[in-house]
């Protein structure tokens, strides 16, 4: 069983990471109490049901980075299996992963008009060592984006780019495969 050590960056990214996230747990939601949904735009004061039978609209802006964070999270999901396929001993390994991003979707497309657009794959190493690498450094990439879009938001929206950014971040640190010690 390989032993895992946090590195000195994971441990400064980290720490990075959760005073900002810590921070958006206390945000209020942009919606009347209740609504249900996630960043949700009332017409003004009496909108609760319009005459016209309307239902609020989702901001725009809301619905992009949720989208492009969806639209990420499909995209690890494919790589995961891909790699999971071309080297069955990482399973065990990936299933963790595999799982948060699939919860993560469907937390992601709970709001109306979230959407994963198609992306290209990432290609699979030839090596294990290589694929995992190439998990890992694809979450961080994802986390950091994740993160930027979380502090441009506020309330649920906020805190979900921001939960997934955190598990992000953990996931690229521990998949990132151990550096070979010299031998001196």
Do not use: W
């Amino acid at each position: 069983m390989l032993e895992r050590r946090l590195t000195r960056r994971a441990a400064v990214v980290t720490a990075a990471l959760v005073p900002g996230a810590l921070a958006l747990t206390g945000c209020k939601d942009d919606a009347a109490a209740g609504s249900g949904t996630p960043g949700a735009v009332n017409g003004g004061p009496s909108s609760s049901q319009s005459p016209g039978g309307e239902t609020p609209t989702v901001d725009p802006a809301i619905v992009a980075a949720l989208s492009v964070a969806a639209t990420q999270v499909t995209q690890l999901s494919q790589l995961y299996a891909n790699v999971s396929r071309k080297f069955p001993a990482l399973r065990a390994q990936l299933a963790a992963g595999a799982k948060y991003h699939a919860s993560h979707l469907v937390k992601l497309k709970e709001t109306d008009g979230v959407a994963a657009k198609a992306a290209k794959a990432v290609a699979v190493p030839a090596s294990s060592v290589a694929a995992l690498t190439t998990v890992a450094k694809q979450e961080a990439i994802a986390a950091a984006t994740n993160a930027a879009a979380a502090s441009k938001l506020s309330g649920a929206p906020a805190r979900l780019l921001a939960e997934i950014a955190a598990a992000q971040t953990q996931l690229s640190s521990t998949l990132t495969p151990p550096k070979k010690k010299d031998k001196s």
